[in-house]
């Protein structure tokens, strides 16, 4: 399976930014669906984003839209969520997630990565 590591969590203030990154090992990077997850203290396993093997297609939800925005580079076999106009609700673990299938990924199917924190202060 492919091996998924985040990194780029960090703490930032309210309407803030900040951009996570998840690095993808293999060859086959470009053949993977990914999406993001995260996981807020006391909650479950929230989607955030996915995108499809090819980039054409994206997918939000309706609490991040206009927001966030997912993107992948498979030369550099990453994916990246940049994340504007953060809010305190934003706080929470993400995680990054590849599957060969667009809807397994937003279904919550497929490969984990370990997560990176993510703290928004009010």
């Known amino acids: 399976q492919v091996q998924l590591v985040e990194s780029g969590g960090g703490l930032v203030q309210a309407g803030g930014s900040l951009r996570l990154s998840c690095a993808a090992s293999?060859?086959?990077?470009?053949?993977?669906?990914m999406g993001w997850f995260r996981q807020a203290p006391g909650k479950e396993r929230e989607f955030v984003a996915a995108?499809?093997?090819?980039?054409?297609?994206?997918y939000y939800a309706d609490s991040v839209k206009g927001r966030f925005t997912i993107s992948r580079d498979n030369a550099k076999n990453t994916v990246y969520l940049q994340m504007n106009s953060l809010k305190p609700e934003d706080t929470a673990v993400y995680y990054c997630?590849?599957?060969?299938?667009?809807?397994?990924?937003?279904?919550?199917?497929?490969?984990w990565g370990q997560g990176t924190q993510v703290t928004v202060s009010s």
């Open positions: 997630a590849a599957d060969r299938d667009t809807i397994v990924v937003v279904t919550g199917g497929g490969s």
């Open positions: 293999g060859r086959t990077f470009s053949s993977y669906a």
């Open positions: 995108i499809s093997w090819s980039g054409g297609s994206t």
